[in-house]
């Protein structure tokens, strides 16, 4: 059974804290995506990244870094955390490539608080 | 550029159909997708349907594509309670990453 895991539902932190969420995905897919989603906006993509090392800048990567060592872990960073960053954090893991099939791979969520 | 638009909020009763509407504006799209996302929960791939297809159907839920006028709808028949969630449509671009654009989700409230 395919999975993606995060390693927090929920956190709080304080303002101005460096916080890193971390993604896990078991199928061995080259691509992985953190979004955040936020009532009435849905979900906006921070960054993904498509290889190991490799990193892209989504629609809102302002406040946000990521890491990618293995292939199987994607972190994000919060390099000083603020309240506007309070928010749901969703990490996607899709297939990719001419083998595209439709099924992507959502986390549970990390629900962050930030006071 | 790509966007995706749903309206926010539909209320049904049990047992009536409900019809959850998208509009797309990226004409190359080659997937579009409803996610359901229940509460505290992520999202759960519900349906899909391929830009070549009009309609679909799979159990109680009927997707309908008007590629003409960028027009994506998810009924669902005979609604449950347990249907209550919020749904995105969303839709793969052109590019072969799998980055998917999401509309904002709509909130169903289905009344007993």
């Known amino acids: 059974d395919v999975k993606v895991t995060q390693s927090s539902r929920y956190l709080v932190k304080r303002t101005g804290e460096k916080v890193f969420l971390e993604c896990v995905q078991d199928m061995d897919h080259e691509n992985m995506f953190w979004y955040r989603q936020d009532p009435g906006l849905g979900l906006r993509l921070i960054y993904f990244s498509y290889d190991v090392k490799m990193k892209e800048k989504g629609d809102i990567p302002e406040g946000y870094s990521v890491s990618r060592e293995k292939k199987e872990r994607f972190s994000l960073i919060l390099e000083s955390a603020s309240t506007n960053q309070t928010s749901m954090y969703l990490c996607?893991?899709?297939?990719?490539?001419?083998?595209?099939?439709?099924?992507?791979?959502f986390g549970p969520g990390t629900r962050l608080t930030v006071t | 550029g790509e966007d995706v638009e749903q309206s926010l909020f539909l209320s049904v009763r049990e047992g009536d159909s409900s019809v959850i509407n998208c509009t797309y504006t990226?004409?190359?799209?080659?997937?579009l997708y409803w996610y359901k996302q229940e509460p505290g929960a992520g999202l759960q791939l519900l349906t899909y349907?391929?830009?070549?297809?009009d309609m679909k159907q799979d159990q109680r839920l009927t997707v309908l594509l008007n590629k003409k006028d960028k027009h994506l709808s998810l009924r669902i028949a005979d609604t449950q309670t347990g249907d209550s969630a919020i749904y995105f449509c969303?839709?793969?671009?052109?590019?072969?990453?799998?980055?998917?654009?999401f509309g904002q989700g709509t909130t169903l409230q289905v009344k007993p």
């Open positions: 996607a893991s899709p297939p990719s490539g001419r083998s595209f099939s439709y099924e992507q791979y």
């Open positions: 349907i391929f830009s070549n297809m």
């Open positions: 969303a839709e793969k671009g052109s590019s072969n990453t799998g980055k998917l654009i």
């Open positions: 990226d004409s190359s799209s080659t997937y």
